[in-house]
């Protein structure tokens, strides 16, 4: 949770004269990685009554891939009655399964994760086909936020429009990494994933109080 909620102050705070997408992604990457990891683990103990005796994904650089670490959160943690009955979990379901933006966001971190983070190495030491560059990507991410919503667009004439263009696209990544931070904290509570879940659970603010109203309002400087 710390590692989640330095990332999203980076990211609150990140500016383009002060780019720092690296750190934001690095934190980001490693936080939502274990997070996933451990709810995968907590469901299976609920299911087993022990702990797994092996790695539930698999050893090598796929093991950093958040993709389908989500799509087995999604599969194995959502229970059809959890879908059904709680409107708050089906549309988390929904959500996690088939955002778009979202998807892009975490297929990005899963890049970063197992390539990406040494694309300046790489590029340094003269790799003949480089990872991508992940802050090209992220901008990609910010171009495609921008022609989603015109009046950001109109707002680059000037340097003032410009900052506030830039913020209200942070604002939209926030709340998308709010969203499934909050999403998968759900499951140690209403979620119904057992006892060891909702011992944990005390562990997982602030996210797991968010309304849909907190969502992109809070200021992580402050926790």
Request: hydrophobic share 40%; glycine share 8%; charged share 25%.
């Amino acid at each position: 949770m710390r590692l989640i909620r330095i990332g999203l102050r980076e990211l609150q705070h990140s500016s383009a004269a002060n780019e720092h997408y690296h750190a934001i992604m690095l934190l980001l990457a490693s936080g939502l990685e274990r997070f996933l990891k451990v709810t995968l683990v907590v469901r299976y103990f609920e299911e087993h009554g022990q702990y797994p005796n092996k790695l539930l994904w698999p050893k090598n650089r796929s093991g950093h891939n958040l993709t389908p670490l989500l799509d087995d959160v999604v599969s194995n943690c959502f229970s059809a009655e959890y879908v059904a009955r709680v409107p708050s979990g089906r549309k988390d379901h929904t959500f996690l399964s088939g955002d778009e933006r979202l998807r892009a966001l975490v297929g990005l971190l899963s890049d970063f994760g197992q390539r990406a983070r040494y694309h300046n190495l790489d590029v340094a030491c003269g790799r003949v086909r480089p990872s991508a560059a992940p802050e090209d990507e992220w901008d990609r991410i910010a171009t495609t936020i921008m022609k989603d919503e015109p009046e950001l667009e109109a707002k680059l004439g000037s340097a003032e429009g410009y900052a506030k263009a830039e913020a209200s696209i942070a604002c939209e990544l926030l709340r998308t990494f709010e969203r499934l931070a909050r999403a998968v904290a759900r499951l140690y509570t209403i979620g119904r994933m057992g006892p060891k879940a909702l011992q944990l659970s005390g562990m997982l603010g602030p996210f797991l109080t968010y309304s849909d109203r907190d969502l992109g309002t809070k200021d992580y400087a402050q926790q």
